[in-house]
């Protein structure tokens, strides 16, 4: 596509529940990140996928979050039992390379609520 | 202490002015990012720098590598170019971000 793809654009969720949020990246880009900016904060890492490589979860706040990519190209990112601390944008960007190529394009992002 | 601080925090400007946003960062990186984020959440990548200089129409952003700093420059700034602006550097595979500065350009 055009773009990076995020849907749902908005999510409001029961705590404890489970949440799928997608990323369809642009055709081509083999790299793929996940990354969150909760009110007020700052954008933090998550999950990072190059090609067929093991994917980077280094970000991952805890076991509850669960990242995967099918085919090199849309990617899932799953948070199981939801808590309030979850509400947050969850962006996406994707990129030619693992070196960020001639830069980044980021999704719209997920905005996450949890009640 | 942040890996990349950004100044200032906010920034307000009439139209017309020269703006300058400042980044410093302490871990070895590949490249730096200046991304824009307007309200609503989009984000924009403005600029990838490993060395030099880069210009863009009114937008030039340096860096300097021995010193660890980058700016972003903005001349003939618009009321259009309020937004977040946010630095990010590369160490490894991940983006690690400044707290972005808050821009408001008066008309």
């Known amino acids: 596509g055009a773009g990076v793809s995020q849907s749902p654009s908005n999510k409001v969720t029961e705590k404890g529940k489970d949440v799928e949020l997608r990323c369809d990246p642009i055709s081509g880009h083999t790299a793929l990140y996940w990354y969150r900016q909760s009110l007020g904060q700052g954008l933090e890492f998550l999950i990072y996928f190059q090609g067929n490589s093991a994917p980077d979860k280094s970000g991952l706040p805890s076991d509850r979050f669960s990242a995967e990519r099918t085919g090199g190209s849309v990617s899932t990112l799953t948070i199981q039992r939801t808590q309030q601390e979850d509400s947050a944008v969850y962006l996406c960007a994707s990129s030619f390379s693992g070196t960020g190529g001639i830069g980044y394009t980021f999704g719209s992002g997920t905005r996450l609520t949890v009640v | 202490k942040n890996e990349v601080e950004q100044s200032p925090q906010n920034l307000t400007a009439q139209e017309g002015e020269f703006i300058t946003i400042n980044c410093s960062y302490s871990v070895g990186i590949s490249a730096l990012h200046w991304l824009q984020q307007h309200p609503g959440g989009g984000i924009v990548s403005l600029f990838m720098l490993s060395s030099g200089k880069k210009k863009h129409g009114r937008l030039i952003a340096t860096i300097n590598i021995q010193e660890k700093h980058s700016s972003l420059h903005i001349t003939a700034s618009h009321p259009r170019d309020s937004a977040v602006y946010i630095c990010?550097?590369?160490?490894?595979?991940?983006?690690?971000f400044g707290a972005g500065t808050i821009l408001r350009v008066k008309s």
């Open positions: 990010a550097v590369r160490p490894g595979n991940k983006l690690v």
